[in-house]
């Protein structure tokens, strides 16, 4: 809106009407919601409302659920969307801590685009050094697993300070349709990472004929009942994490994948899984509907898993801001649409 020095007569005698209605609104609503572009390349999103504790919710650092994502430009518009989720659904939204973790030269402009949407998040940002796995990454079947960030959690628990012993890592396309303190009070039992197990599927796919063939290989999974697990959503005991050492465990696989023979298809699941299937506390299917976005060649359209339903999943190819945008959505899209921030810049004021 423009206000013109040649202003009616009619419009000077509503202004004090509009100011007296906007003095008796509550403070938070009189915010615009307007951000600033921080990086041409960067999307421009809305200013998310404030969302406070009720009167049950504690206040010490005991009662601090810490959250961890990877923060990337391309993957931004889903982790607002994630972020606004569990704060809309949490019961003590301000207990929130959230951990970002970015590889690019950009953490700046992606901290300031996360804090001038969420001004009253909690929240810290983490450069990941790509150099870590330099040399470690062997080439998958999408190239979009084969990113440095996409292998950040191996290191989360030596990235974030150590006062933190417990964490829930979260991938950036997925949406929290539940309190996410109900996931964080799991029982690990003595589990270094809990997670919903899927002990149906075929678990032999996930390794190539030459690791099955291999008996020294093949044998890695002696004494355990092995099942697949998501690696987008997990409650990790970073603490035990670090102190066994797990973060050594996965690279090892990793070397024998780079350097000795192909052992799996896929980018840093199969690592987690060559170490920890069979051996992490499960929890229930309702905390990862996964799969939305499809397969990992075409992301085709996918329907909901019979069953309650705490967490919406877009793994796989196709994410739902991409077919949103280009105007053929699946139908589960239209779950996630709610929690977008996005605005472009035709819905907003010049300035």
Known sequence: MVFRSSTSLIGLLSLPIIILLLLLRPISAIRLGLTRRHSPDLPLFREAPAFRNGHECGSTPDHVINVAMTLDANYLRGTMAAVLSMLQHSTCPENLSFHFLSAHHDAPELFSSIKSTFPYLNMKIYRFDSNRVRGKISKSIRQALDQPLNYARIYLADTIPEDVKRVIYLDSDLVVVDDIAKLWGVDMEGKVVAAPEYCHANFTLYFTDTFWSDPALAET???????????????????TWRKERYTEKVESWMAVQKQQKRIYHLGSLPPFLLVLAGNIKAVDHRWNQHGLGGDNFEGKCRCLHPGPISLLHWSGKGKPWLRLDSRKPCIVDHLWAPYDLYRSSRHFFEE
Not at 221 to 239: A, E, I, L, Q
């Open 221 to 239: 999974f002696k004494g355990r009942m092995p099942c697949y697990f998501n690696t987008g959503v997990m409650v990790m005991d970073v603490d």
